[in-house]
């Protein structure tokens, strides 16, 4: 008997090794797309701050690590729907045939949820934060010359993790499906994750008010839409449980 659960463990890891080289392999594909289009990107995004701001290199490196930020960045794009995915396939068997079809028609809102964290972190957040230390790199009295790398670095790190904060309500969707969470456990913790999300604003953004609820305010947003679609997809699970009780 202790044989045979070793034999399903080990099957269980094999099977996510599988999935992992699925999934490394669709993500190194994606950086060499990346790269491919990485010179029209660039030129594009420079072209958006070129009458604010001047950009160089400083080091005979510093056009590869761009060149490898966007190529990176857009194999994240990509590879996120064969992430959820792969994720999907991983739990399909503990899954019944109803959760299979409801949780695999999460992926393609997970992909329109990261584009949309992207759009909010470069369309508006961006802006907002690099007005703040423009401004106060000209209070100080300094030029304003940045290195290409260092530029573009500092948007990816800003944008990128918005295309992954805005997968909470899928996460919570999913998670409630899966009865692991309720929303009744999410009311009741409600004011403790305002205050999470309240200090994770804090550190993404300057200290500057009109950024900092730029920010909290879309986080809070997105928390009060996850508890409704949990609460959505906790009807669901005691509807199929009430009729799986009566058959």
């Given amino acids: 008997m202790a044989k045979q659960t070793q034999m399903t463990m080990w099957d269980h890891i094999g099977e996510l090794r599988k999935r992992l080289i699925y999934v490394l392999i669709v993500f190194v594909v994606s950086m060499l797309i990346g790269f491919f289009f990485a010179e029209e990107a660039v030129s594009f995004l420079k072209a958006q701050v070129a009458d604010q701001l001047e950009l160089a290199v400083f080091s005979p490196t510093d056009a590869f690590k761009v060149y490898l930020q966007f190529a990176i960045a857009v ?88 295309g992954f904060i805005f997968q909470m309500p899928l996460i919570i969707l999913f998670l409630t499906s899966l009865g692991i969470i309720t929303p009744i456990f999410l009311r009741k913790i409600r004011k403790f994750a305002y205050f999470a999300l309240f200090v994770l604003a804090a550190v993404i953004t300057p200290p500057e008010l009109l950024s900092h609820l730029l920010v909290t305010l879309p986080l809070i947003l997105l928390y009060e839409i996850s508890i409704w679609f949990s609460s959505v997809a906790y009807r669901r699970v005691l509807k199929n449980k009430e009729q799986a009780y009566d058959q």
């Fill in 75 to 162: 194999a994240l794009i990509i590879t996120l729907p064969f992430v959820l995915y792969h994720i999907w396939a991983f739990v399909r068997p503990g899954l019944t045939s109803q959760e299979r079809k409801l949780t695999l028609s999460y992926i393609p809102g997970g992909a329109v949820l990261f584009l949309m964290g992207l759009s909010f972190g470069y369309f508006l957040l961006f802006p907002f934060v690099l007005s703040f230390m423009t401004g106060i790199a000209t209070q100080l009295g300094a030029n304003e010359l940045y290195g290409m790398a260092q530029y573009f670095g500092f948007l990816f790190a800003l944008v990128i993790p918005f």
